[in-house]
């Protein structure tokens, strides 16, 4: 099945500077790549998505990269703000282990200091 | 109102009795899974549904069981409860790609 690697565990930046967190996976066959944002006390979100005929994607400040033939794909988060402190995931779905749903990176504690 | 709930959203229990956690949904989404949380592990995939008459197994089945009541209910029973159950619970629906989650359950067995 799939495997998920994320780096780092935790990430502390000044706000108003670029965060970035990185992902690699194993399984080549994987082609749908999300990012989820989870605050405190509340269930994951997801911020943004790519999949794999695509090398980049931006949504206002995040975008997301995906390198295929390197099996890695990073989150970018520009201009942070206090309200992007959160714990992220980075996930990958696994066609080749049936399971049909997604395999999670082990997440990252984003803070931002002020 | 949201569209995946859980109930409850915190359980204290003892060690050996059972317990069921439940998920409803109103996105009308046929697949749901059930996700378990530790801190450092991320989320492991427990079971999931493609339908009501659809159930696999996940990457940590053991001590576990579901039920799928409904296109819109999805429930996860620990039949006798250990401690290292203790643990944050999520449901999960999608309709292929994106999930959508619930609020989550916090168990701890004592």
């Known amino acids: 099945g799939e495997n998920v690697e994320q780096h780092p565990s935790t990430l502390s930046v000044q706000e108003g500077d670029s965060a970035v967190i990185k992902c690699t996976y194993s399984?080549?066959?994987?082609?749908?790549f999300p990012w989820y944002k989870q605050e405190l006390g509340k269930g994951p979100q997801l911020i943004i998505d790519?999949?794999?005929?695509?090398g980049e994607k931006k949504d206002q400040r995040i975008a997301v990269t995906l390198n295929k033939t390197a099996k890695h794909f990073s989150l970018h988060i520009t201009e942070t703000q206090p309200e992007d402190s959160a714990v992220y995931f980075c996930a990958a779905d696994d066609p080749g282990g049936g399971a049909d749903g997604l395999t999670f990176g082990k997440g990252t504690h984003l803070i931002i200091q002020p | 109102d949201a569209d995946v709930t859980q109930t409850p959203r915190n359980r204290i229990t003892k060690t050996g009795k059972r317990i069921m956690l439940e998920c409803s949904q109103t996105k009308g989404h046929d697949r749901m899974y059930w996700y378990r949380q530790d801190p450092g592990l991320g989320l492991r995939l427990i079971y999931y549904?493609?339908?009501?008459?659809?159930?696999n197994k996940g990457e940590i089945s053991d001590g576990y069981s579901v039920s799928r009541q409904a296109q819109a209910k999805f429930s996860l029973s620990l039949e006798s409860a250990i401690p290292n159950q203790t643990a944050l619970y999520f449901c999960?629906?999608?309709?292929?790609?994106?999930?959508?989650f619930g609020p989550g359950t916090r168990l701890t067995v004592t």
């Open positions: 399984d080549s066959a994987s082609n749908y």
């Open positions: 549904s493609f339908d009501v008459k659809d159930i």
């Open positions: 999960a629906t999608s309709d292929r790609y994106e999930q959508y």
């Open positions: 790519i999949r794999s005929n695509v």
